[in-house]
């Protein structure tokens, strides 16, 4: 996938994805509840057995004197609890470079939040080491965001932060920003918190075009039928719920693009209203 926002190219690259269990992301996505769902979520987002179609990817921005990755999948040799996820080896550094990325190219690392599947190559192992992947990018993470996450120790989220945020702070590579931080004149990050203490979403503005890369305040299209639905993965669901339900209002039935990072489909979407919730539609 390639999308342009004015002088901004997006380009998608996947490390991994397909069809996924409804329940292993949200409690409440029983068969019952999402038959009222399937007619606007299939084909794209929904398989013809019911599982979600989710990815795990990367957004590669483009924007003028700036190339700049949004959240860095899972990784490769990295011990896991998610067996699928246990010591990956994928060709995504190799898919990147297809796509017209070789990692030297590299100019800005953005971590929308600090979960497993946001920041693995962050890092990679290099003669016993994790170092930072991408020679001659900063990495950007929310101050707030690392500030929790550094904390962690003894369970698997401070084995994730040793081997793929901590070795970029200790290398001085991290710039730990607002969450209202400006990139660029056409980049800027917006507050979304409640799936983690510190997350943000991306937001693109060039030449009277918008977009918006979510992150995690939505994990699959059917929250914008759902907003309720929180994930198992939400730090505070409470907020988290907020959030997405604010999210919705402010750019539904505008010509926004909404670029979710979980989303499967042909490219960006728009969220429409729908009754007393909201639907996407994709492009």
Avoid at 23 to 52: I, K, N, S, Y
């Amino acid at each position: 996938m390639k999308a342009s926002v004015g002088a901004i190219t997006v380009t998608r690259v996947i490390e991994n994805g397909g069809p996924t269990r409804p329940t292993f992301l949200f409690p409440d996505a029983v068969p019952e509840a999402l038959q009222r769902h399937r007619d606007w979520l299939m084909p794209h987002f929904m398989a013809p057995d019911g599982r979600f179609i989710a990815n795990v990817q990367t957004y590669v921005v483009q924007a003028p004197g700036l190339t700049m990755l949004v959240d860095t999948c899972v990784g490769n040799d990295k011990v896991r609890q998610i067996k699928s996820w246990n010591m990956m080896r994928t060709s995504f550094l190799e898919d990147l470079t297809k796509a017209g990325f070789p990692q030297e190219s590299i100019d800005l690392v953005l971590c929308t939040h600090l979960h497993v599947d946001h920041v693995g190559w962050n890092t990679r192992l290099v003669d016993g080491r994790w170092v930072p992947t991408f020679p001659r990018a900063r990495y950007v993470f929310e101050q707030s965001e690392w500030a929790y996450w550094s904390k962690k120790d003894g369970d698997e989220s401070g084995a994730l932060i040793d081997d793929s945020v901590r070795p970029v702070v200790e290398a001085g590579r991290a710039d730990l920003v607002t969450s209202n931080h400006r990139i660029s004149e056409e980049i800027w990050l917006e507050p979304t918190p409640g799936h983690t203490p510190g997350h943000v979403s991306v937001h693109l503005a060039s030449r009277g075009a918008e977009a918006v890369i979510t992150g995690d305040l939505m994990h699959h299209p059917v929250q914008c039928g759902e907003p309720d639905w929180h994930s198992h993965f939400d730090d505070d669901a409470v907020m988290a719920r907020a959030t997405r339900k604010a999210f919705c209002a402010r750019y539904a039935d505008r010509d926004v693009a909404i670029l979710g990072t979980h989303f499967a489909g042909p490219g960006p979407g728009r969220i429409l209203s729908h009754g007393e919730a909201w639907r996407f539609r994709a492009a």
